[in-house]
């Protein structure tokens, strides 16, 4: 007989109640029916604070439950247990009988009775709404251009809160009424260096003080502390603890904590045998846990015991692991030392900005637990180390790097906390070829899909294992594309077909052969059409033109630095007037043309490139644009001529194709008008010449570029674009823009720093000589193309009929231009 | 069938359109392995007719082509779809006679 399982909350932890028990219930014992209060089903909590990212909450989004045994009641609330009858009932009016009640109804975050905690501009920091909330009244404060944030309570959540407001450019103030920050997770060594490490990045620290009062003044709020300080905010945010929601234990007579919590046995029965209870709200052995993994480890517990099983709560690991502010924090086992006769040791290093502490039994032979501050990288090995014998000297397993002894974690150590896998079961799955990648061991296992903090250590698994981590291009090849980059530079291969002939497998594929056709062209091979090199070509390259939704392409001419005479303005009013093409002035400070056909593409060329115009490679993997501002010639302000420097480096480097799009841009002063930190390659005046920044960019994660040298002259920095551009073009993957590959290289911008501007490889002279190279070898692409009868045959409608329109085209018009008509997508049957 | 051109008119591994007697339009392409093979040029995903502007290459040995606009490969031989099998393009017989590349309906 079917029995019937309600699950009160889907939070994490319900959610993977359903995940657990429908994975175990083969013989289909349990339909499962979930009440859950949240507008929307349950979302990763603990990745809250990337919501912030992208305000994009899919992002966030759990696995749905796509399963018939399982009905999910969103925006409903239980409110009634009849423990005799066993139904509860909901706001909804649903009355839902049961044979197991599970209550995983979380917690809510604690609010202290501040006098003014009301006011709008007041949140706390839950839920995504939550969010949407904070974002609102910074939103709302920004239009009035002062921006302070307070967040009541210095824990790890307060934290986050913290660098999340930063995030909407709010200078925060953080409030913690103990003595130190994170006071759960760090010491007051490990506390005093990160407090120095977030000061530096605008956060305000208050320990040891509380807030009095909160009032309205105006549109802005006031704080008092109760040290006298006060504070004139636009948002409050209180992270001051949560409290576990244990409301329907305490009604329906269930046995709840004398400071909250619904007490559960190690089963997580409550004191009603029917009824369960998991997650943050259970109080089990007088703990309530607010950490997401020890909730797992009890759904899987309740999981088992539905089922018949014996399973009991296997003890919680509370370690800690994480990035705030791009600080390292770590947090493991016995942190505090207060276990009888526990013995710490301290590498505290305030030059290098890092603290690290470990804990050992009374004989120095065990290791009990430890704090890092600053560099965590040594977490994912120590961790699992917890309980287990000190390898070597406990000194130096936090001695400097290269120091300490090679670890390698015994068998049954638990690898990933989140999801208690150990390394045995990852070691299987990659022995026996399940996985042979970090994804496949995520999909076999889970792990590494909680916190990500393990993941390095499962790459590390891997190798341990004998399997080369693949950087392989795709199925045709096992190269990367640097790899295949240094195999056609040095063996002076031309064709694909050679290099896939020698050194891959199959015809190849619509990854490797735009690649290398990329990596063909960065090398001087001739015209991007010429020969066997145009079959390799993405639509866009294969047609110098940006392909459009409905199949007809763009048209980009070169506009160097954005700047542009009235006659040239008027050729491109001409053309687009005449072909009908939409015109819109870009992002990138200068105009495209829209609708263009295939056929049409060499007639607005050809007279495109009559009046002096060339291809502005809006279609390539390469240079796009130099903006400029105005500079000196015209702004008061200005300290160099950057339109001049935009339009050189322009003309420099159009052309040259890379692994990703090139965007570049040159400010006249700090102003920075022209959005130069935006750009991969940007430039910013100073008073003494220019300053060289490197790895910025838009699109959907922005990064801001970060400086690489100040204050060279204009030859100099020259020299330095033209070194960090081949070293990229040579060595980053497919489709990686130079902030990511700046960030995958190991030492990051230092490295880069040491390599093109103290010249540490010796390959600088190189480096120039393959630039030089390109900038002589440059020739306009469509002016190429227009010369060569046999490259613009291509451009025809049909091969049998060259002179008739794509039927399939049109258009209609919108504010005086033409915009494309979309055609029904066809039903195709099969 | 309907004639559209010479077989030297294709460069292999790449493909051309073909308007045929009825309005429709064909893809048509030459692999490096020397088959022709005829798709109906109209992408499912997008609605342009733009499959003839695709790269051709193998995907586990498979011929296939893969869309310019939102990249979803196509069986060269049955027109099936890899990335969402339940959806597709029609395929056309073709037959090269005396250099001539013909196509019929699907
Ligand atoms: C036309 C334009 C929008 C506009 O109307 O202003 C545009 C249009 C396109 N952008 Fe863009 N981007 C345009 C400026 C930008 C900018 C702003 C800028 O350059 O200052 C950005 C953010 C800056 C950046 O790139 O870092 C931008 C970030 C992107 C991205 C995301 C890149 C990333 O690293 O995440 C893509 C996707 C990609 O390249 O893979 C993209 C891709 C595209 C493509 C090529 C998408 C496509 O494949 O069809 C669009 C077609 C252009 C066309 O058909 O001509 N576009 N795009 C702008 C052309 C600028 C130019 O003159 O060349
Ligand atoms: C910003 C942030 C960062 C965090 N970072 C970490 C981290 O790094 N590591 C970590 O381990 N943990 C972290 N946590 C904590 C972690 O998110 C929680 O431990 C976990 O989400 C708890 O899950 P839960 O399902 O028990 O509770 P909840 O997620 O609170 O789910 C309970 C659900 O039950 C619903 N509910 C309550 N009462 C009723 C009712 N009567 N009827 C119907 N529905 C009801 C609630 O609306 C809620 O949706 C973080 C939390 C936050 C907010
Ligand atoms: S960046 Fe400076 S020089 Fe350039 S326009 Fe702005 S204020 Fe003027
Ligand atoms: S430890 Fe968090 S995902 Fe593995």
Known sequence: MTRTLVIVGHGMVGHRLVEALREKDVTDQWRVGVVAEETRPAYDRVALSSYVDNWDANSLSLAPHDDDAVELHLNDQVVHIDRDDKVVRTTAGRVQPYDALVLATGSIPFVPPVPGRDLPGCHVYRTIEDLDGIRATVEAAHSSGRHAGMVLGGGLLGLEAANALRGMGISPHVVELGPRLMPLQVDEGGAGLLKRLVEKLDLTIHTGTSASSIEKDGDRLIAKLSNGVELDLDVVVFSAGIRPRDELARSFGLKVGERGGIVVDQACRTSDENIYAIGECANLDGMVYGLVAPGYSMAEVVADRLLGGEAEFPGADMSTKLKLLGVDVASFGDAHAKEEGALEVVVNDAVAGTYAKVVVSDDAKTLLGGILVGDASKYPLLRPLVGRPVPGDPVALIGPAGGGPELTLPHDAQVCSCHAVTKQQIVDVVNSGEAVDVPGIKACTKAGTGCGSCVPMLKKLLSECGVEQSRALCEHFDHSRADLFEIARSTGVTTFSELIGKHGRGRGCDLCKPAVASILASLDNGHVLGGEQAALQDTNDHFLANIQRNGTYSVVPRIPGGEITPEKLIVIGEVARDFGLYTKITGGQRIDLFGATVDQLPQIWARLVDAGFESGHAYGKALRTVKSCVGTTWCRFGVQDSVSLAIELELRYRGLRSPHKLKSAVSGCARECAEARGKDFGVIATENGWNLYVGGNGGFTPRHAELIASDVDTETLIKLIDRFLMFYIRTADRLQRTSTWIESMEGGLDHLRSVIVDDSLGICADLEAAMAKHVDNYADEWRGVLEDPEKLARFTSFVNAPGTPDPTISFREERGQNVPVLLGVPEVSR | ?106
Do not use: W
């Open chain 2, 1 to 106: 069938m309907t004639p559209v051109c010479e077989l030297s008119a294709l460069q292999p591994d790449r493909g051309v359109a073909a308007l045929l007697p009825d309005g429709s339009q064909v893809a048509v392409f030459l692999t490096s392995a020397g088959t022709v093979h005829a798709l109906g040029n109209i992408d499912p995903f997008s609605g342009a007719a733009v499959l003839s502007r695709g790269i051709v290459g193998d995907r586990g040995g498979v011929p296939v082509v893969v869309s310019p606009v939102y990249k979803q490969a196509f069986e060269l031989t049955t027109g099936k779809c890899l990335d969402d099998p339940s959806t597709g393009v029609p395929v056309h017989p073709v037959v090269v006679t005396d250099g001539v590349i013909q196509v019929g309906s699907p």
